[in-house]
């Protein structure tokens, strides 16, 4: 098993910081990909910090992984050395629930096998992310990556673009739907990218008035301020369907508000703290309160390839392996417009 230079956090308190992993050697069905960028998604803080109670340590995150293949195992027919290829959220699952025959393998009956933190499935050890040289995955969870888009900004399409595409699509949003975008962040701007390019009119809900020219640049045709009693009264039975991209503690119910009858809020955020919805504000209106996690494979290549139709990528800085711990601090102030990315080579 060769080793493999890294950066990550050998306990919940510790500095993300450089260690040395191992990599298995391709078997007959895997590919070995060089990671040339790595976004950086608020999960990846808060696993290796442990806030989320599962961390395993050494803990090396980062789903967001695009690179060039430079190596296959004798039985891989989907790729070939040289191609551009990515690893998303997901690296196995159990193959055989009826979510996994439905290309829904994030929501895999045995439990889905994550890119970091998740035991192995032939129990060989601990999942190692994209903060990393190289990647080795079976190929049915390896993804194309079109050669038409900036390959560093095509990395967030892997998590915060999945996890936008995925509700958007799964609730058949398109031309004539009202959707609200709630939070403008690395998923919001996707969200409205996205929800735009399906044809909806896109409006961005937020706080912040200081948002709304970037909210016009993303695609948004309009916005409104939360603050403002009187914007808020204008949407209020407005919407059809509204993506709630908040990790924040915030009223879901304000929300729902603003949904027309049969409308559907969507949560892809997490925020800390559980939430206190009344029956009677979902059953007036037949209002639906739904979540939505990721993608299965199918629809993850569906979505990159629907970016690449579209020229949509996302927004992003790119850093330096070394100022990780930096960049995790400016993300906590929301300081980043919208997703840090690291260039691999700097490792």
């Avoid at 080793?3 to 990550?8: D, I, P």
């Amino acid at each position: 098993m060769p080793s493999v230079k890294a950066y990550g956090a050998e306990s919940a308190t510790s500095a993300i910081a450089p260690l040395t992993i191992e990599r298995r050697d391709p078997k007959p069905h895997d590919v070995q990909i060089e990671i040339l960028f790595c976004g950086i998604c608020h999960s990846d803080l808060h696993t290796a910090r442990n806030e989320w109670g599962n961390a395993v340590y050494p803990c090396v995150p980062g789903h967001e992984i695009v690179g060039r293949v430079t190596a296959v195992g004798d039985h891989v027919k989907k790729f070939k050395v040289g191609d551009l290829a990515g690893v998303g959220c997901l690296v196995d699952s159990c193959r055989e629930c009826d979510n996994c025959k439905d290309g829904l393998e994030q929501y895999c009956a045995g439990g889905p096998t994550f890119s970091y933190g998740s035991p192995e499935r032939d129990g060989s050890g601990i999942t190692h992310g994209g903060y990393s040289k190289s990647i080795v995955s079976h190929e049915d969870f390896v993804l194309h990556i079109s050669d038409k888009l900036p390959l560093a900004a095509t990395a967030p399409l892997l998590c915060a673009g999945i996890t936008t595409y995925s509700p958007l699509r799964h609730w058949k949003v398109g031309k004539g739907t009202r959707v609200g975008i709630l939070g403008l962040g690395g998923l919001g701007h996707m969200g409205v990218k996205i929800a735009a390019a399906m044809g909806a009119e896109v409006t961005m809900l937020s706080h912040s008035a200081s948002k709304e020219k970037d909210a016009a640049k993303l695609g948004a045709h309009k916005f409104v301020l939360t603050s403002d009693a009187e914007q808020v009264k204008a949407v209020t039975g407005y919407f059809d369907f509204i993506l709630d991209t908040v990790s924040a503690e915030h009223d879901y119910n304000f929300y729902l508000a603003l949904l027309r009858t049969s409308g559907v809020m969507v949560c892809v955020g997490v925020p800390p703290t559980p939430a206190v919805i009344p029956a009677f504000n979902v059953i007036f209106g037949r209002k639906s309160f739904a979540g939505s996690l990721i993608g299965g494979l199918p629809e993850t290549q569906e979505m990159l390839d629907f970016c690449a139709e579209h020229n949509i990528v996302s927004d992003i800085e790119l850093i330096r392996m070394d100022e990780i711990n930096e960049a995790y601090e400016r993300m906590l102030k929301g300081d980043v417009r919208y997703r840090f990315v690291i260039d691999m080579s700097t490792l």
